[in-house]
């Protein structure tokens, strides 16, 4: 183990230690950044320091120079998070309470009625592999996923939540979609209201999540389900899904770059006509670079995404700061949600890692549509009044 990759776990471990003595909640948004953003700094440089054969894909950009480059501004956002939570939590804290919830059994009706359409739906129409053709069924199919997912946190707090937590897993098995299975497993887990003391007596729960995460990601794969597999999924995960940001830096060392204005821009573009334009600065960079032969494939060429791509080409080296600001809007936002929404929201935060910023606005805009919806329908069907179990 080198210096880089000590002081990178070393700030990880003072983030969970501050979170034990802050939060002693398992489930909240600094240990979801904790998980998966060590996993994609630390198995893409594990990767390169130690010359790991598990990747035969050619990746010119995947070196150790640009690995610790993005370890050390990891390490800056730890440092950032450990002073903010050192000098109040409230500024990655969530409220996350009970209230009386009228209409509650039509919400379940509602969940069973829906139910054996969306898994029909995600099994004649799963989530299309990276390349592969996106239909109509495809966008109704993740619609389907979506409600189920509302209406599993709207629920999360009744004494079905076991039975729905397990008929919500069968559908994201079926359909291979891990963004939703996280969704779906970390809605659960706060509904447990797990702790860091009460954790050994979760650990079969864990066990389970875990194989089924390994089974989802392996069979997605076609790789072959074995023991000596088993760090496999999260190699791949850190090291496809993070390989944006070495072409970033790639192209940032050629000097191509974007202006912090051109990144609300360009958001606001995708956001205002996105069937009708998909460029702006970062479009028009990478075609400049593949003209020049500066990037040999387009940016993330085998899909995922990690934050750090994006805001290295806008910000530079001030990503780090700006990523704890999206942070904590992100998590204050959840604070002004209705009561049910707050579990999918909270349990959502990991897509602040790996999803755009586009990607993460259409998702939080799409769970109020819901909502909205399923309100609307809960209030024209259902009992006037209906005390919460």
Known sequence: MDDIMLMV?????????ISIFRDSRLITPLNIYIVFSSIYVLFPYYYLLNDV?????????????????ISYTVVVINVLFLVLQCMSPKFLNYRLGHRPLSNRKI???????????????????????FGEGFSRWHSFSAFGKLLLLVLFSILSYSKYKHVLFIMVLVVCVVDSARTHLFIAIFIYLLSLE???RSCLKYLPH???MIFIFLYVTLSRNSVEIRLEYFFWPFFS?????????????E??????SCSPLDYFLDNALLVVYKFFHNGGCVLSVVDDSLYYNILNNKLYPFGGHFFLSELYLYFGFGAALFF????????????????????IYISSTFLIIKSPLFVLLKFILSIFVIYLIVSFVAKIFGPKESKYE
Do not use: M
């Not at 192209?251 to 191509?256: M, Q, S, V």
């Not at 704890?324 to 002004?336: A, P």
């Open 9 to 17: 776990i070393v700030s990880y471990l003072a983030l969970i230690l």
């Open 53 to 69: 054969q598990l990747v035969s894909i050619d990746l010119p950009h995947l070196n150790i120079q640009y690995s610790k480059i």
């Open 107 to 129: 919400y379940l009706y509602l969940f069973i009625f829906s139910y054996p359409f969306v898994l029909s739906l995600v099994y004649f129409y799963s989530w299309p592999e």
């Open 194 to 196: 797990i702790t860091f």
């Open 206 to 208: 864990f066990s389970l």
């Open 237 to 249: 995960e850190g090291i496809f899904g993070s390989y944006g940001v070495y072409q970033t830096l």
């Open 251 to 256: 192209l940032i060392a050629n000097d191509y």
């Open 324 to 343: 704890c600001i999206i942070k904590i809007s992100y998590v204050r936002f959840s604070r002004l949600v209705p009561y049910e929404l707050v579990p």
